[in-house]
């Protein structure tokens, strides 16, 4: 019989720690975590995105969910290849078809534990998404909307801007005003939809204290 499948999603403003815990969670409760792949695209296709590039990202995040989901089930590591011509296809809402490869992101399935395929840790989904797109642009694709409603979770993490900024090259907004600006309109979004949701804050041991309390409630 096959074990139900739990999704967590860790979301929330630039440098507040995002896929730091869901690699210690990952690690802590012995599963996957997906990553973010909007970050692999940028990286590849430079960061003078536009509101299309946008549309990309959602679909190829949702077509890379979709295999870690596959793969977690299946109780296998998952190492997907986040290369963006492996997601890039358009996504259908059925199984992916991304390979699995060796990857730095991966969880060990080695030991065995009460929790083992039944948790899957996502760092982005469709309200990063959203958000992005009405901050930048002033408006959102439609078919990100459409997932929005459709896909659903079983808890969100929702991180803090109170960790210091830290710089990549990949990251725009580094002054306080609008970490907080973006943190209150995810704050707003989910503080008016169904699945349950926890503010992470403090410091790193902290966060994940908190983030660990809120997934034992829901298990």
Known sequence: MQLSLKKIVILGPESTG???????LAS???????PEYAREYLLQHGTDYSFDDLLTIAKGQLALEEAYVSSTVDRRPSTVDLQPSTVDQPFSGKESQLSVSDHEQSATFGRRSAVDGRLLFIDTDMYVMKVWCEFVFGQCHSFILDQVVERKYDLYLLCKPDLPWVKDELREYPDLVNREKLFHMYKDLLMNQPTPWVEISGGYDQRLAKAISAVDAIL
Request: hydrophobic residues 15%; contains cysteine; charged residues 5%.
């Open 28 to 34: 802590h409760y012995n599963t996957n975590w997906c």
């Open 18 to 24: 995002k896929s730091t815990l869901c690699s210690q």
